[in-house]
């Protein structure tokens, strides 16, 4: 499949096993952006000439979309910045309640939830609570958390879709939470635009107030009543529209995907196994993220000497350092995959780590 | 000289100066929570004078030598001349060339990071 990203025409040579940090571009995505830009370009919303209209109706298709992608309405689609700031207004519409999150947090959410809920319980097993927040993929351990029991636990359920997505397509009615989100650059998509899923969008507040989010400004303010409101300012029309395309890849091709990422877990477990090289952290994993720790060669090391023959893979604490304390290391390494990787990748990447064990432990 | 030369895995296998220091008079540590390097540093001071310089800790190759041999270069200098080192200086003594792994800066300077508050409380 690497043909079919542009990356791979320079950098032949380029191993990307850091797909959970962000996923690398297809062509189809890099290439609708740039039209969207050359050809459809202009401010969406209240624009009454055709080009505005067309912008608009592009812009609204692709909340259309997310909504399919996601099995919801539309108007229950909000586009953010990224997952941060979708994460961020979520907890804090249900600040001041007794929460629950798990140990496998991204500190996107983690550190929300720690701010904003009067309490905090912290745990691997999911526990009931007003709030539980919970990520549907570990971005370290590769674990999917079981959603159902998630929603049985909680009164209000926040979910982090952000490692989930690029795997599998989330059905969000099989679990029914109150807010999901995901951010675009992690599913082929372009950074800057993130998705919140409000069941309720009505109910709540946006975290920033101004322009497209108003209908009467004066002595008081009225709000528009649909999903708008969220989105104040002017929003990243092009990167919405970059992602509709991002999905679109992803539909497309994502039986191969599905069936890529099983045949390369197995392929990774098996050859690291073969190689008696250190096991990965967890137990079992459901999405290809293989994070290591080994004793005698620091994270940093690892990923700077992969690095040196091409590998790109991440060192560091992924933003997961309650985890990382919870297994009682400092750091980790991590190979995360995706379509574009093959036996090949998984093979200089064991050959290379390899050449690095026996360098610094003999 | 690059980062991982056959002499810098040396050191970081066998660092200079490393061990606790029980009878210390005056120490100082730092955690960098970003990756987990660890350091602690210990002096033995006598008329202005470094006569001891040790260090523990847990980190990668570019810390666990720049410190080490930060430590190995401070004994039997006087903590006025060392004060006056720029962070340039570890480059100097290191001899390490980090042009293409520039991030990796922050490492190299943890000891030295960990020397200053130690010089800090040494002059209150």
Not at chain 1, 48 to 72: I, N, Q
Not at chain 2, 67 to 95: D, N, Q
Request: proline share 5%; net charge neutral; aromatic share 12%.
């Amino acid at each position: 499949m690497k043909h079919l990203f542009p990356i791979f025409e320079r950098y032949k040579e380029l191993v990307y096993l850091d797909s959970a940090a962000s996923t690398l571009k297809p062509k189809s995505v890099i290439d609708g952006i740039a039209q969207f830009y050359s050809y459809h370009y202009a401010n969406i919303h209240r624009g009454a000439y055709p080009l505005s209209e067309e912008a608009t109706e592009m812009y609204e298709k692709a909340r259309e979309s997310v909504a399919r992608f996601l099995g919801v309405k539309p108007d229950q689609v909000a586009f953010l910045k990224n997952a941060t700031e979708a994460l961020n207004l979520a907890v804090y519409n249900l600040r001041g309640r007794e929460g629950w999150t798990s140990v496998m947090e991204h500190h996107s959410l983690y550190v929300p939830m720690k701010k904003y809920m009067k309490k905090l319980a912290v745990g691997w097993k999911i526990e009931k609570a007003a709030v539980v927040a919970i990520t549907q993929g570990s971005n370290v351990l590769g674990k999917v958390p079981d959603m159902k029991e998630a929603r049985e636990q909680s009164q209000y359920l926040i979910v982090d879709g952000t490692q989930y997505v690029q795997h599998f397509r989330p059905y969000l009615p099989s679990f029914d939470p109150d807010f999901y989100a995901f951010s675009g650059h992690k599913i082929f998509g372009p950074s800057g635009v993130g998705v919140l899923y409000i069941k309720e969008p009505e109910r709540w507040e946006p975290l920033l107030y101004g322009g497209g989010t108003v209908e009467y400004v004066g002595e008081t303010i009225t709000f528009k009543p649909n999903i708008q409101k969220y989105e104040a300012g002017t929003p990243p029309i092009a990167q919405v529209w970059g992602l509709k395309l991002a999905l679109d890849f992803f539909l497309q091709h994502e039986e191969e995907i599905k069936e890529n990422d099983k045949r390369l877990i197995k392929y990774m477990e098996k050859r690291l196994e073969e190689e008696k090289l250190p096991a990965p952290l967890g137990d079992k994993r459901d999405i290809p993220v293989f994070s290591f720790y080994w004793e005698e060669v620091h994270p940093h090391d690892v990923a700077t000497l992969l690095g040196r023959k091409h590998i790109a893979v991440r060192s560091g604490h992924h933003c997961a350092q309650p985890l990382h304390r919870a297994l009682g290391i400092p750091a980790s390494f991590r190979a995360s995959l995706s379509l574009y990787n093959d036996e090949k990748d998984v093979d200089r990447f064991i050959k290379e780590l390899k050449v690095i064990r026996d360098g610094f432990i003999r | 000289m690059d980062l991982y030369d056959e002499h810098y895995l040396a050191i970081y296998k066998n660092p200079y100066n490393y061990g606790k220091m029980e009878d210390a008079d005056v120490k100082g540590g730092a955690l960098k929570p970003s990756c987990g390097d660890q350091v602690e540093i210990y002096l033995k001071v006598k008329d202005g004078k470094i006569e001891k310089a040790r260090f523990i800790g847990k980190g990668c190759v570019v810390s666990i030598v720049g410190t080490s041999l930060l430590m190995k270069e401070i004994e039997g200098k006087s903590i006025e001349e060392v004060k006056k080192w720029g962070p340039e200086k570890m480059y100097e003594i290191t001899g390490m060339d980090l042009s293409s792994n520039p991030s990796r800066e922050q490492c190299l300077m943890l000891g030295y990071r960990v020397l200053q508050d130690i010089f800090k409380k040494l002059s209150h």
